[in-house]
């Protein structure tokens, strides 16, 4: 069972003895654009995502915003540290399109991994998962010219978000060009050409708000 049907189904089947346990739950329902939290807060709440699409972002000292990941259910995200209350955050969370997830103190997170053997592994395994993307993404980022790149992004993308079309996989998210550049380390211009070669070449097409990919 995936992470996020255990979260759901521990939250639906003993949703009332939780909040009595752990008074900070709350399930919150976000619209695009709203902020779960920004850089720069001083965040001591854990947010898992129960539905919809987050953006990690990082605003940089020269006021230039670089995308970092893309989150989606069943994701946690949040500092998960001991001094998470004095801890500024170093990247802003916002919804891309409608978000619902769960908000709850650190502490009560904490609590709750505890006393739920098979929730606390499953964040491990998350966790786990996610640090070996990053890693991944490095790599390619290091090793890989920006064309690899750029469909090696484009196919993860679709593996996550894509929904079957008459073509391929539509990506059911707003990113532009300036979003995919972030995901891949290049510069918008190279990325918008790239695009353009792809499109050439019938292996995707792309309007201002959506990204078909060919099989």
Known sequence: MSFDKTMSKLFESNSEQLKKDFPSIQEINAANKDFLYRQGDHCANVFWIKGGIVKLSHLTAQGTEITIALLRQGDVIGFLGEHAAHHAMEES???LGEVDFYRL???DFKA???QHAELAWYVFE???AR???IE???RTILTQPVEIRLAAALLELAEMFGIRCTHGYALEIHLTQQDVADLIGASRS???TILNDFRS???LDYTRDQICIND
């Open 105 to 107: 103190a650190y502490q």
């Open 190 to 192: 190279v990325v918008s």
């Open 112 to 114: 709750l991994l505890s």
């Open 201 to 203: 070449r019938g292996m």
């Open 131 to 133: 640090k070996q993307k």
């Open 93 to 95: 969370a916002q919804a």
């Open 126 to 128: 998350e966790t786990y």
């Open 136 to 138: 991944r993404k490095l």
